[in-house]
């Protein structure tokens, strides 16, 4: 029976899924191997389809702790188990995230043959929301006093201390395997800011950190940004940049007043490697790279799951056994069909894209930077729309 109603899960799940979401999971699962080893790829795509890298790697996963400025620092690693050197994407997670975090858009770029590591300082990982505020409710004082200047001075002086580390961690695996030569910062929520100042964004009060050349790009994945922000702020940004947002983008606790506030950076910044994701539609929690970011959030998702994992079982038992007589419930399982092909669509958009943007401005790959131009508007058609200048 388990294996009847698997099937028909799986039968309604891919029947609602687009062909372009279809296109691209196909696609990464396909990609050919290539006989080299140094890290860097061929860019493969089909004519009108999905970004692919031209190697697909498997990889190794460790973990640490580690006391960075004082301050305990969560850390993952994922690096591709081939020998070679590849360049290191450092990944920074939202608020309230573990460095488990963001683990679809992980894998992508480590499968494409990147040296992914994540860091998030335990003061701002999951304990928070166990914290006296969070039991009152004060999420949007949480926010508040996490996206504040004085923390985000203290996460930049955690990235800058996180390259010094890894730098001397070189004559150690699997950190030997990190070309420091080549690096881009990537965030999500409160990492998007962090990546953002990397990148080059004026801050009032604060001093800007000198990164080395080695920095080669950034990905803001759901951009922090105030209402008042001006043009002042993001016309010294010089790296490449990519932004990733949606009409849907609304943080579960209140600080940004409206999803279309987080496109005011790419509005503002200067033209040159600058290109904006925004996708039909991505609720905020999707852009995490996993369901559900924040724990209050968490409880209602898992109930309506549940729910509706009890009503797809209950109809599927119907179908196999021909004996109940439950009254059809087509509509929440339609719902859920949907919801699902949402998420892949979204995953599959934010993969291609991103590995795209990196394999073109981190490996400057030409075929990366043709499909970027040339090719993602056909392939995204009306579920996102790819801007740049």
């Known amino acids: 029976m388990t294996t009847a109603r698997c099937s028909v899960r799986t039968m309604r799940i891919w029947a609602a899924l687009p062909i372009a979401s279809l296109v691209c999971l196909l696609s990464f699962g396909c990609a050919s ?3 080299r080893t140094d890290g860097n790829t061929v860019a493969k795509s089909v004519k009108g389809g999905a970004y692919v890298p031209g190697r697909v790697y498997e990889t190794t996963a460790t973990q640490d702790t580690w006391t960075l400025d004082g301050n305990l620092v969560d850390v993952r690693l994922l690096v591709p188990t081939s020998p070679g050197r590849y360049p290191m994407i450092l990944y920074l997670p939202g608020l309230g995230e573990g460095a488990d975090a963001g683990l679809s858009w992980r894998q992508a770029w480590a499968r494409a043959g990147y040296a992914v590591l994540c860091v998030q300082l335990a003061s701002f990982g999951p304990s928070l929301w166990a914290s006296s505020r969070a039991r009152a409710g004060d999420f949007i004082g949480i ?18 201390a996180t390259l010094e580390h890894v730098s001397r961690k070189q004559g150690n695996a699997p950190f030997a395997q990190i070309d420091l030569a080549r690096i881009a910062v990537a965030g999500f929520d409160l990492g998007a800011q962090t990546a953002l100042m ?26 922090y940004a105030d209402r008042a922000a001006t043009e002042s702020l993001y016309q010294p940004i010089r790296l490449p940049v990519l932004l990733i947002t949606s009409g849907m983008d609304q943080d579960a ?30 609720p905020h929690a999707l ?19 549940a729910t509706e994992d009890k009503i797809l079982s209950d109809e599927t038992a119907e179908v196999y056994e021909g004996r109940r007589k439950k009254r059809p419930r087509p509509d929440a399982s339609t719902e859920r069909a949907s919801k699902l092909a949402q998420q892949m669509r979204v995953d599959s958009q934010v993969r ?15 075929g ?20 740049w200048k």
């Open 33 to 35: 191997n290539s006989s």
């Open 143 to 160: 926010a508040g006093a996490a996206f504040s200047a004085t923390s985000l001075a203290m996460r930049m002086q955690i990235v800058r």
């Open 198 to 223: 990397v990148a080059g964004q004026n801050e009032p009060g604060m001093q800007p950190i000198e990164w080395p050349d080695s920095v080669k790009a950034v990905i803001a994945l759901s951009p």
């Open 253 to 282: 606790y209140g600080l940004i007043g409206a999803p279309s506030i987080r496109r005011i950076p790419f509005q503002y910044m200067p033209p040159g490697g600058k290109y904006q994701l925004l996708l039909a539609s991505a």
């Open 287 to 305: 852009l995490a790279g996993t369901a559900s970011p924040t724990p209050h959030a968490n409880k209602e998702a898992e109930d309506k799951l």
């Open 352 to 366: 291609a894209v991103s590995t795209a943007f990196l394999d073109a401005l981190v490996r400057n790959d030409a």
């Open 368 to 387: 990366a930077a043709q499909w970027l131009t040339h090719e993602a508007k056909a392939w995204l058609g009306n579920f996102a729309e790819l801007e």
